[in-house]
């Protein structure tokens, strides 16, 4: 039986290390937008960045440019939730668990977040792809080296877990971005490069670009892996793994039972109604994604109060991880 705190490390690391790599991919898309494009409203489109990312714009009382979106999302050590926060909490958690993860995992986050510096100084001279790039070859790095290395048991389905979780919220975020947008208008293929599904959505469509397609393929697509479709059933599958209690009558937890009706929900859509209300539909499955997190976290990391019978008082259990301040 895994110790709930190395658990709960394990699902935060996933968590983390995907949320930065699908933040440094948003963020690389908006600025080379944001540095084509001479018409938008560059102060506007920063904004609507900062807040499909679900970030606090700060003391940003001014107009914003490239610089200082790339400044609070990606290197403000201060700011809760930028990406190099993300690095360094995903590090203490992997330093807390050393014992359940690999040491090629420990090496890579810790080398990652080492050289955080370097690559920022590296985009200042030369661009914020530089860094961007880094964190994403680095999360890349180490997803592999969590697939390789760590031994595919309880320990790994909670860190898959946490990443599957994540992922569907992230890309619920970058169609969300776009779903006010006209259905002809060519903004909607931003949301397959920030997914890295620009490649697999034109061999799968022969090269049809329209709204409704992509969000087909980016809500529903079985195969590709950061489609909401195929992370939801990652997550519900490796969370029925993780479930000991057996019921004849199919009785499930609550986690469970909030990614399977998720599922369900897009799994029977009726064909050509995707765009029907679709922000509407986003939002309520973010909606799931914060109730599956809460669900998680109390079935799973919330141990029972140690009873002392000594004295007959009760000293709650110290959980020594650093957890999410808000989703």
């Keep these: 039986m895994m110790l709930a705190r190395n658990a709960e490390s394990l699902y935060w690391i996933g968590r983390y290390v995907e949320r930065a790599d699908d933040m440094a991919r948003i963020l690389d898309v908006a600025i080379h937008q944001l540095l084509e494009d001479a018409t938008v409203d560059v102060d506007r489109a920063a904004r609507l960045v900062i807040n499909v990312l679900g970030l606090d714009p700060g003391d940003a009382d001014g107009d914003m440019d490239v610089w200082s979106l790339t ?10 939730g930028s990406i190099v926060d993300l690095i360094g909490a995903a590090r203490e958690n992997a330093r807390g668990a050393r014992e ?36 994403k070859n680095r999360a890349a790095m180490f997803a592999g080296l969590a697939d390789a290395t760590l031994s595919h048991d309880d320990g790994y389905r909670y860190l898959l877990l946490g990443r599957s979780v994540e992922r569907v919220d992230m890309t619920i975020r970058m169609l969300l971005s776009r779903a006010g947008d006209r259905v002809s208008s060519p903004a909607w293929v931003s949301v397959l490069v920030s997914a ?29 892996p950061r489609s909401v479709f195929h992370a939801l059933r990652v997550a519900e599958g490796t969370l029925s793994d993780l479930e000991t209690r057996t019921s004849r009558v199919g009785a499930q937890a609550e ?36 109730a599956v997190n809460e669900a998680v976290t109390a079935q799973y990391f919330h141990v029972s109060p140690y009873v002392s019978w000594a004295d007959a008082t009760v000293s709650d259990g110290e959980d020594h991880v650093i957890e999410e301040s808000e989703l």
């Design 71 to 80: 400044e609070r999302v990606a290197y403000d050590k201060s700011s809760i």
């Design 255 to 290: 986690a469970l039972l909030l990614l399977g009706r998720a599922r369900s929900s897009l799994e029977f859509l009726e064909p050509g109604r995707l765009l029907d209300d679709l922000q509407t539909r986003l939002l309520d499955l973010q909606d799931t994604c914060r």
């Design 196 to 224: 890295g599904a620009h490649d697999t959505y034109l061999r799968t469509y022969r090269g049809i670009l329209d709204a409704e397609h992509v969000v087909e393929f980016m809500l529903l697509d079985r195969l590709f």
């Design 100 to 135: 359940v993860t690999s040491s090629e995992m420990w090496e890579c986050l810790n080398t990652t977040y080492n050289g955080l510096g370097d690559a920022e100084r590296r985009a200042r001279r030369l661009g914020p792809h530089e860094f961007l790039s880094y964190v």
